[in-house]
């Protein structure tokens, strides 16, 4: 069984960092691709950023320049550094793996989400 469990979100100033940390448990697979979404209240589950196994990333555009994903194997986590916050960053963030079973196929494994809060 995996399991996501995420750390590190808080409230902080407007202009300040966060990181935040998933550690995955329980796979005995690699997963093919490892991210961040954020959802606020009324709104669907969108994507911050992720991490694709051969290494390239991808960011959605409001947070471009200043939030960076990041991956240690070895510890099998995988963090969020968001720099210069903005009160629009906050959100409840959740990590994401998916293990694709065929190109149009995957399954996605969640973690329990960590609230950001960022004051103005």
């Known amino acids: 069984q995996v399991q996501l469990v995420e750390s590190g979100g808080g409230l902080v100033q407007a202009g300040g960092s966060l990181r935040l940390s998933c550690a995955a448990s329980g796979s005995s697979f690699s997963f093919n691709a490892i991210g961040w979404y954020w959802q606020t209240p009324g709104k669907q589950r969108e994507l911050v950023a992720t991490?694709?196994?051969?290494?390239?990333?991808n960011y959605a555009d409001s947070v471009k320049g200043r939030f960076t994903i990041s991956r240690d194997n070895a510890k099998n986590t995988w963090y969020l550094q968001m720099n210069s916050l903005k009160p629009e960053d906050t959100a409840v963030y959740y990590c994401?793996?998916?293990?694709?079973?065929?190109?149009?196929?995957?399954?996605?494994?969640w973690g329990q989400g960590t609230r950001v809060t960022v004051s103005s």
């Open positions: 994401n793996a998916r293990v694709y079973r065929t190109r149009t196929a995957w399954t996605d494994y």
């Open positions: 991490l694709l196994t051969g290494g390239s990333t």
